[in-house]
């Protein structure tokens, strides 16, 4: 049941999108330890903390929780069992949520440590074939003049996206769970051309829906903030893959883009568009 | 052709034709897996023995394959070759061509290769929705009947290992309500169908049209549909039956009257049942709303068959009891574009019932006043959701937007246009009252028409519904003059 009090406040999402190796989770990650290298997951963090610090009369609780999305299956990078999948539910009061995602839950002054832990957990394995998604949930407490209680509660997605180079040709839109090597060769992969024929026409057939735009969906587009960071290798070609068709018309014209050119191992070099 | 010098068919083309794929070169692909399927051709008609398999010529004497092997391994490349052929002109947007070769994929799957029933049966599920779009409803049929009895296979093998998973049951009935929700999915496209073909130019079933139907139907010969049903054949014999004795349990002509339609209708009904057991509110609401849109539609357009209006009303009541609670306990933060077809679809909803209590109160000597509360609830009620609906489409600070999106354009102008009517149908006794509902109507109708203006693009989208609103706005100004000077001697 939920609390009256509780409103929600802002969403937020930042995605880093670009071809492998092109500096994707090192815009993310970074490296926690040097301020310098902070990549945008501590250095939010070290945003929400100084606002935090800097409040007067108000209790936060800060929640955060770290997941994977490969071949279509949901991980939970913070349990101890990496091997559970998990499944993406959706409740008609708050929307789409993952069962049985853990958090950690920490009030405000020690989160720090336990999010370098999280910085040096073992990246997921396929870390150019998957997607991780990294979520703060800031719930703020304050005494109305009413004297209740009045709880807002934002979240933000951080999101390292896969790899955007296109997949084989002929493999079709997403790979299917069994057969991992060769998926065109296999006919277990017949589904995903058959699905192909059905796609975007007037009869829908739902279970092929991606798991990365359904659990992101509340934070694309509507009262969402949304910031897409590309990230370009000097190989960079513009292929199209389904996904970043799926992301552009979620987010049509609200994203901002923000261009982030490796040139080298050096430099950087920073465009708004 | 010399069997011990020829390498199967299948192996080089095939490899040949992933190759050049994966290079881009889409075209040159179908060449060399086209050469493949006619060099298959050939030589089964030429000679019935398999070939060598490529393997063969690196083996020792004794370990050489039995003929049983050799031909498994022959027809499975040449599957292959169906399958990538399928992809090939997928890519090249051939989609009835690709549809073809699924279709003979899945086919070959049954009789030659091995299967999972599960996949097999969500494929051939699949592939009815694509025949969906083309209407060809006995070919989805087909589909549909083998999808459940080959799915029904899986549930009978029993595992290997004891320990299957709760996860895997999990999984197994979720596949079946997939399944059901693509039967529901050809039971409402049947009916949909049925009812193009019958409405007259007012959306109301025409009855010559209907005799002109059916009296088709008896002429009609039985011989193309054979030709074309065993093309699509799935199976061996004994798969036949089972699947025949499915597809007997629904029609696949377009139903032309009631009673034939409302057979489709219970089929369908049933299966949102099954659907609706596994896909629950709470945990799938996405899925859950869209089976019971599709249970609503189901019943809207079985309406249309129905001559009688009161039973009409009474269908459309149902829609109303299945689609309100649902709406009242989603939250719009998270699911705004439900939200919005849910409003829209209830708003129609008590529209249509309100013009039927109308038009049933004019066959009535005088409106009793149970009619006239109810004729006025009900527009009350309609125009409550259109407003909700156009509420949506304000931004965060509550402003209506200045030009609206395409996707929402009709709809909006449509309620906006709806509710204008609705307040002219609004019956009162009440002068006054009646002034201000026609002031209400007028300024509806003119936003419509300055809307138009602003934005002329936006014609084409809402002529009929902007000529009417332009004649209203003409007319209403007048009457309400002529209304204000006969109620003015008693102010």
Known sequence: MRSPRRRTGFNGTILAYGQTGTGKTYTMQGAWADPEKRGVIPSSFEHVFTHISRSHNQQYLVRASYLEIYQEEIRDLLAKDQSKKLELKENPETGVYIKDLSSFVEHVMNLGSQARAVGSTNMNEHSSRSHAIFAITVECSQAGPDGEDHIRVGKLNLVDLAGSERQSKMGGPGERPKEASKINLSLSALGNVISALVDGKSTHVPYRDSKLTRLLQDSLGGNAKTLMVATLGPASHSRDSKLTRLLQDSLGGNAKTLMVATLGPASHSYEES | ?491
Request: net charge negative; proline share 3%.
């Open chain 2, 1 to 491: 052709m010399n069997t011990a010098l020829m390498l199967p068919p299948g192996t080089t083309e095939n490899n040949l034709g992933i190759l050049w794929s994966e290079r881009g070169e889409i075209k040159t692909a179908q060449t060399y897996l086209e050469s493949a399927e006619a060099l298959y051709n050939q030589y089964m008609k030429e000679n019935g023995n398999p070939p060598l398999d490529p393997n063969e010529h690196f083996m020792a004497e004794e370990e050489t394959l039995a003929d049983q092997e050799r031909s498994k391994r022959f027809e499975k490349a040449y599957t292959h070759t169906l399958y990538y052929l399928a992809q090939v002109y997928q890519h090249l947007e051939m989609i009835e061509k690709a549809a073809q070769y699924c279709h003979t994929t899945l086919k070959r799957q049954l009789e030659y290769s091995g299967y999972y029933p599960v996949e097999w049966a969500l494929n051939a599920a699949t592939l009815s929705q694509y025949y969906l779009t083309k209407q060809c409803f006995m070919e989805s049929r087909h589909c549909l009947a083998a999808a459940n009895v080959i799915f029904s296979q899986a549930g009978q093998v029993p595992s290997a290992e004891d320990n299957e998973t709760e996860q895997d049951q999990q999984d197994l009935r979720q596949r079946k309500a997939e399944i059901a929700r693509c039967w529901i999915k050809y039971c409402l496209t049947l009916l949909q169908s049925a009812r193009k073909s019958l409405e007259d130019n007012i959306g109301e079933l025409d009855p010559d049209r209907q005799s002109e139907l059916k009296a088709q139907r008896k002429k009609e010969e039985d011989e193309k549909e054979k030709g074309r049903k065993k093309a699509v054949l799935f199976g061996t014999s004994d798969l036949c039956d089972s699947i025949l004795a499915t597809e007997e349990k629904v029609s696949c002509i377009c139903p032309l009257d009631f009673q034939e339609a409302r057979e489709v209708f219970l089929v369908g009904q049933n299966y949102v049942h099954e659907a609706k057991e596994f896909f629950q509110f709470d945990g799938y609401v996405t899925d859950h709303i869209e089976i019971v849109q599709d249970h609503s539609a189901l019943f809207k357009v079985l309406a249309f068959f129905e001559e009688d209006y009161e039973r009409r009303c009474k269908m459309h009541k149902r829609r109303i009891d299945m689609l309100e609670p649902m709406y009242v306990d989603l939250n719009p933060q998270f699911y705004l574009l439900i939200s919005r077809q849910l409003q829209f679809e209830l708003a129609d909803t008590y529209y249509e019932m309100m013009d039927l209590k109308v038009a049933i109160g004019n066959r009535l000597e005088e409106l009793d006043s149970h009619t006239i509360k109810k004729i006025n609830s009900l527009a009350q009620l309609a125009v409550k959701y259109y407003e909700l609906f156009l509420d949506s489409l304000r931004n965060p600070d509550k402003i209506f937007p200045e030009k609206l999106e395409d996707d929402v354009l009709r709809p909006a102008m449509v309620a906006k246009f709806h509710i204008a009517r609705l307040y002219g149908k609004l019956i009162t006794s009440d002068g006054k009252k009646q002034l201000e509902n026609m002031q209400s109507s007028l300024e509806y109708y003119t936003f419509l028409v300055d809307y138009c203006e602003k934005h002329p693009e936006a014609v084409q989208a809402i002529e009929t519904e902007l000529e009417l609103s332009k004649e209203m706005v003409g007319l209403l100004p007048t009457r309400m003059e002529r209304l204000k000077a006969k109620l003015s001697p008693f102010s």
